[in-house]
């Protein structure tokens, strides 16, 4: 060999050797940090993090990471540094270099942290949080106006629009306002809608606010006896929502009760979940970079292997290769001592197998007992529907003997009906009867005014007139026995319609109930509910239940008495009908005892009773057809009874 050659050589196997010197040094720096010393480390830079021997603020105000001092970016701002950070010191870097991350990321965190000023909107709403945590607001947020100004006109009360109080309040910013109506007329109340946010409920309290300094709160309303022209307002709440009357029927309808702190909870869930997904989205970036850096690990351990082969051609160091033997041999440990870990968690899941084993068995041994308890389960099922068969054969009975009441009953009223038919022919013929005979007389009278006796034409015709009038008063007499004897059966028919009408109100009690098309009313029995709610309104301090009980018995006592006649009789369709006299003193001072449901309850009790059974004045069962608020016929009911039968039958043969 040349020796130009020979050094170009022996420069090539330096430069080599020096390369290889540098991975050596390298790699017992990094050896030097085991998996088990990471926590050690990190407590380590973390002191001089603290002590201030490592900068990691600049002056200004960015953050640089000084174990990657080599790279360009040195001006991160914070949630930047903190994610570099902890992706590094979670990743599959070096001992050391994920040691030291780590201890930048809990000194970012423990601190550094930095703190943020609450939100504009959370603290509108601590301003105007109320006193009560617990107290209950309509939401969306609602006000209310009452005292409206209203004007009679043309039969109805009127008032200003929802638009033009709308522009009336415009500093208070409402969506709208519901002007509230009922079939009089402007009630003179009215709703305002805000916003749903923390916004709409500063203007709603705002609104409370502006009305309760002017002395015209809600308040002041409930406490003036002389309340004058002025508009009321304050902002809708539980009574509000739970009153009678147009404003609560709005108020639920359009809105729900919550507490503030319930909605603040609720968007305090609705920011976690936000928080949450925002997480999930990081930890995605993050597992993406693990893999980058996967990659990248991979890449620079394929170039090492190709190092490693070059190294291994030129086979000129011995030392090398003993020190690449030796990394084998702690290769190998490492890989031992995971097996030995694989080996162990195999033990343990193996133990937990066997522990669902069993669990396995005794849910098996509790399975038995179940089928068992399953089975005498189904004994007396049988046994029960044994049962239910013979109920069924017995109401299939009862069925069959209304069904052949309610046949015999049509076909008596049927024969009713063609006797009445009957009597208004007959009727006719005998006023035509009246009529001939009347014809006859007044002929016979000119017959004797025309002629003297000695006429025998006229005489003639006057013995025959005679005679067909004979006959004729013989026929009406005739036809007056006939009717006679057919308004004795018609009265007896009605009589056993009527007595039809009683058997049908007391055998079909329980199936003609008022949930029914078809049912049973008592006429002039008074509604206790009306009562109850009046008093619950009246007598708050008291217990309703019972006052309502004995104002409604005093109140059905006094309709019983027969000689207290609140009536007054006009002339309506030229005949004389009874209405109530509204200025009678008892009614009167129900009325203002009560209030109007109550009157309107007794007074209409009252006018049943005098339609019904105005001798008795008391408590009468009527079959009713509610559907159109009258008296049901015969007709109806039957035909009633009839598809109710029909619908049972068919669902018990479908059973």
Sequence with gaps: MPVVGSYALLFVFSICSADFLSMDNNSEEESEVSDSEIDDYEAKFYSQLKAGHLIVKNTDSTYKCPFCSGKKKQGYNYKDLLQHASGIGASNRKAKVKATHRAVAKYLRDDLSETTTPSLQLVVVESHTPKNKDEQFVWPWMGILVNVPTEFKNGRYIGESGNRLKERLSLFNPLKVHSLWNYKGFTGNAVVDFSKDWIGFKDAMAFENHFESAHFGKRDWNDRNNRGTEIYGWVARTEDYNSPGPIGDHLRKNGDLKTVSDLANEESRKTDKLVANLASQIEVKNKHLQELECKYNETTLSLDQMMEQRDQLLNAYNEEIRKMQHLARNHSRRIFEENEKLREELDSKRKE??????????????NDIDKRKFEQEKQKNAVKNSSLQMATMEQQKADENVLRLVEEQKREKEAALKKILQLEKQLDAKQKLELEIEQLKGKLLVMKHMGGEEDSTVKKKMDEMSEQLKEKIEEMEDMEALNQTLVVKERKSNDELQEARKELITGLT???????????????????????????????????????VILCSKWQDELKVSNWHPFRVIIADGKEKEVIKEEDAKLQSLKEELGDEVYKAVTKALMEMNEYNPSGRYVVSELWNYKEDRKATLKEVIQYVLKQWKTHKRKRGAM
Excluded: Y
């Design 353 to 366: 197998l066997g522990l669902r084993n069993k669990q396995l068995d005794s849910l098996a041994a509790q």
């Design 510 to 548: 329980e199936m003609l109930t008022g949930r029914s098309l078809i049912g049973i009313k008592r006429m002039g029995e008074l509604d206790e509910k009306v009562f109850q709610n009046a008093c619950k309104q009246k007598f708050p301090g008291d217990d309703p239940d019972v006052k309502s």
